[in-house]
């Protein structure tokens, strides 16, 4: 059974950079399109970034385009995203997600995603 386990989440500052990292196991990694996802105080769970299953193309949301880079490491099973530049809007529960069919690309909604982390909380104080 797959398993997806968050790590990295801290208190950091306005500025500061941080990598959270994503120890899949269970299934074959590289097969697997994968997406972190995070969900701000009060809000709904948004899209952050994604890889496809092949490693390319990435994508990112406009919010985070240019600060965040999504990264992944198939010889450890793991998934990585590198935040630089944080800003106090960046504090959430950020999760990774992967649809459980090998090969496919679910896109940017939740919805699309079977299989989550528990995740782990980031933030960011001013």
């Known amino acids: 059974q797959v398993k997806l386990v968050e790590f990295g989440g801290r208190l950091v500052q306005t500025g500061d950079s941080l990598r959270l990292l994503c120890a899949v196991s269970g299934r074959t990694f590289g097969s697997y399109s994968m997406a972190w996802f995070r969900q701000p105080p009060g809000k709904e769970r948004e899209f952050v970034a994604g890889i496809s299953w092949s490693g390319r193309p990435t994508h990112y949301s406009d919010s985070v385009k240019d600060r965040f880079t999504i990264s992944r490491d198939i010889a450890k099973n793991s998934l990585y995203l590198q935040m630089n530049s944080l800003k106090p809007e960046d504090t959430a529960v950020y999760y990774c997600?992967?649809?459980?069919?090998?090969?496919?690309?679910?896109?940017?909604?939740?919805?699309?995603?079977?299989?989550w982390g528990q995740g782990t909380q980031v933030t960011v104080s001013t």
């Open positions: 997600a992967s649809p459980n069919t090998p090969r496919m690309i679910p896109g940017q909604a939740p919805g699309g995603y079977d299989d």
